[in-house]
């Protein structure tokens, strides 16, 4: 029954995510959550996608760390994710010679912080815009 | 080891007396504590255990690690929380576990493997990693053996002196055959791996007059690098039976009453625990800790303001190590700051005018491109320094040591000329050409006027015949006079830290008292000993890598004969 759930969330803004990722969020209902993005707070997306804290903290009132586990709980394989940005220039950042498709979501993707480019301290030329 | 040298190994080497008396480890400061209190008659004289002096410690000794001289508490080895036999969902065991798959650590899987042992590699990382094209070895066949004895001699001075001698002979009697063991394992998994021979190994084909012959591994041209080497040879060992477990952060060892280590406990990414029990014992390849910023600025604050090569390099290794009673050495850590990639590698030492990010000349240039680091530690420079020539560099530096790569080499490094590039990073490439200075400058990041005005100078300094400014030899200096001028922009940053854990010649640890402690072994990175100076010395090109493969490739064999 959880997983069903997990499941149906996924399937509603895993697209919305990727879209954001690879930065072509043609307006409508994506739009608003990309301004909120960048703004720093990928969290609220996900409340207002109606995800509850305990969905990914266990328990609201005493937050326990989250794993990547449950970002591809919902959002699914990374490989998969990597074939969705195989063409954002200048390279694909969802696979990578450090970690394959594997890198932790959080090390760019922060839910309650402004998100970072982790790659740019190194790399400058790759200066993706990081929901 | 065909070494006759006995009175090396019968006492005590100064090196590892040294680390006994100044390292940080759990127990070194509290017997010392003792000692000194009953010096001064505080505590009386009969009696006075560890125990007592640990109480009189009071109990954030218990939570985190102390100074040498526990006067101060260090955060950032904090005692790991005790992991219940309720909270593991799954325990399995080896003959041998290796924490880490690197370039030592998936040598000594390996080489435990062939050895006959059952293996498992943790690894926090989703594969394993490594950096670097270059791993060196001594052909011991065609070798002299004063001449090996040169080179640890020579070492030895790199090292400042402080240096375990006999790790650095160790090296050198062995890892011509574990290079090649290493080369030919990879090559079995379809990796493209070369030995290289004498040939990249400028200046120390002879030493004091005496030959020497090298067996040099290349895993390139980048992009690849010995991180594909590995994976390659990660493959070799899982035909060989090794156990690779991925995404799977070692959290603490488990030690027995008696203090052996006989295992460790690992974090899944379902955030679950695993004990991974060694019946012969486990080996520690974690690698550095540039990226604990705390760690970093107790043992090496010259790092501050410089940027990191790597990720994820906590230190773990040495939390765990220590807190199974083992030695980290003293303060002043040796270091690894290069860049080979903004330019071409065989001009990083050539004594080229360099200025700084203000666009002044900083130093003698004559100095080692490992060495820049001391002179821009500053956070305005953080490691930035330019490279500068002109169009005449191909005839003037000719008779220069080094390599001097031609102007249409050069556009492989110049992220601002449209052609393809080939066997380089290219998100790290950093030369640039101008017509003129000021437009150089820009190029490079640096102040015009200060440039041109430094170039001014430069110039007077080289019509003169003399460096009047800094010393450089007269044949070192070449003017920057015609059109178009060269710059590379390089930015040494933290390649790795490498010293470590007080290791025996067998790589086990040791306990305050100099005692090994049973079953713990360290190699790699974090296996201390073989360093000690200031820098990393490049006087062996790819001697890191080196003695990464040595020690795994001995290490492992060693454990899994036990």
Redesign the interface.
């Known amino acids: 029954m959880k997983n069903n759930i997990k499941q149906r969330r996924g399937f509603r803004f895993a697209p919305a995510l990727v879209a954001l990722v690879i930065g072509i969020c043609a307006g409508g209902v994506y739009a608003a959550h990309a301004a909120d993005a960048k703004g720093g707070d990928l969290g609220k997306l996900h409340a207002s996608a109606g995800v509850a804290c305990a969905m990914c903290h266990v328990d609201a009132k005493h937050p326990a760390p989250v794993p990547m586990e449950k970002c591809l709980g919902c959002h699914g394989d990374t490989r998969k994710l990597a074939e969705k940005t195989a063409n954002v220039k200048p390279r694909n950042p969802h696979e990578n010679r450090h970690y394959g498709t594997e890198a932790d979501c959080n090390i760019c993707h922060h839910q309650h912080k402004k998100s970072e480019n982790f790659c740019l301290p190194c790399h400058q030329p790759f200066n993706f815009d990081v929901p | 080891m065909d070494q006759d040298t006995p009175q090396h190994e019968k006492e005590m080497d100064s090196y590892t007396q040294e680390v006994l008396e100044r390292g940080v480890s759990r127990r070194s400061f509290l017997s010392r504590t003792a000692l000194g209190a009953a010096g001064v008659g505080l505590l009386g004289v009969a009696g006075l255990g560890t125990k007592k002096a640990e109480a009189a410690q009071g109990t954030e000794a218990l939570e985190f690690a102390k100074s040498s001289d526990g006067g101060a508490t260090l955060s950032f080895l904090p005692k790991p929380n005790p992991i219940s036999d309720k909270e593991i969902k799954t325990t399995l065991t080896f003959d041998v576990i290796v924490v880490g798959a690197g370039a030592s650590g998936v040598p000594a899987a390996l080489s435990a493997a062939e050895n006959g042992a059952k293996v498992a590699v943790i690894q926090k990382?989703?594969?394993p990693?490594s950096q670097g094209n270059t791993g060196s070895g001594i052909d011991l066949a065609t070798s002299e053996k004063a001449g090996i004895e040169a080179l640890v001699a020579k070492l030895m001075a790199d090292n400042n002196h402080r240096c375990n001698p006999a790790l650095l002979r160790q090296w050198a009697y062995n890892s011509g055959e574990a290079v090649r063991w290493v080369i030919n394992r990879a090559k079995q998994a379809g990796s493209p791996v070369v030995d290289q021979g004498t040939g990249p190994q400028h200046g120390i084909a002879k030493v004091n007059g005496y030959t020497l012959n090298y067996v040099t591994s290349f895993f390139g041209p980048k992009?690849y690098t010995a991180?594909d080497g590995m994976r390659h040879l990660a493959k070799t060992a899982e035909k060989a039976g090794v156990k690779f477990f991925f995404?799977m952060p070692a959290q603490q060892l488990v030690q027995s009453k008696s203090g052996e280590v006989v295992g460790v406990i690992a974090k899944g990414?379902?955030?679950k625990y695993t004990k991974f029990l060694a019946k012969k014992g486990v080996i520690l390849a974690t690698g550095d800790y540039q990226n604990n910023e705390a760690m970093c600025n107790y043992f090496i604050p010259d790092l501050k303001h410089f940027?990191r090569?790597q990720?994820d390099r906590t230190g773990d290794g040495f939390a765990m190590a220590y807190w199974a009673g083992g030695v980290i050495e003293p303060i002043g850590h040796t270091k690894m700051l290069h860049d080979f990639d903004a330019g071409p590698a065989s001009m990083c030492d050539m004594p080229f005018l360099a200025v700084n990010r203000e666009g002044k000349r900083f130093v003698n240039e004559t100095v080692d491109m490992s060495l820049f680091n001391n002179y821009l530690r500053d956070a305005k420079n953080a490691g930035h320094y330019s490279q500068i020539f002109d169009a005449n560099y191909m005839t003037q530096a000719a008779k220069w040591p080094g390599k001097l790569v031609p102007p249409e080499g050069l556009k492989n490094y110049m992220?601002d000329d449209p052609s393809p590039k080939k066997g380089v990073f290219?998100?790290?490439i950093n030369t640039h050409v101008a017509d003129t200075l000021e437009e150089l400058a820009r190029k490079l990041e640096i102040d015009p006027k200060n440039f041109v005005a430094s170039v001014k100078r430069y110039n007077e300094v080289v019509a003169s015949g003399k460096d009047s400014d800094f010393g450089k030899p007269a044949d070192r200096l070449i003017p920057v006079l015609q059109a178009p001028f060269y710059g590379i922009h390089r930015r040494v940053?933290v390649s790795t830290i490498c010293s470590g854990i007080l290791v025996n010649e067998n790589h086990q640890a040791l306990d305050a008292d100099g005692k090994p402690i049973k079953g713990l072994y360290a190699i790699g990175n974090l296996g201390g000993g073989f360093y000690g100076g200031v820098d990393y010395p490049l006087t062996v090109f790819g001697l890191s890598l080196g003695r990464c493969y040595t020690f795994g490739y001995l290490t492992g064999k060693h454990v899994a004969k036990l």
């Open positions: 990382h989703p594969m990693i992009p991180g995404n990414r379902d955030g940027g090569k990720m992220p290219d998100s790290l940053r």
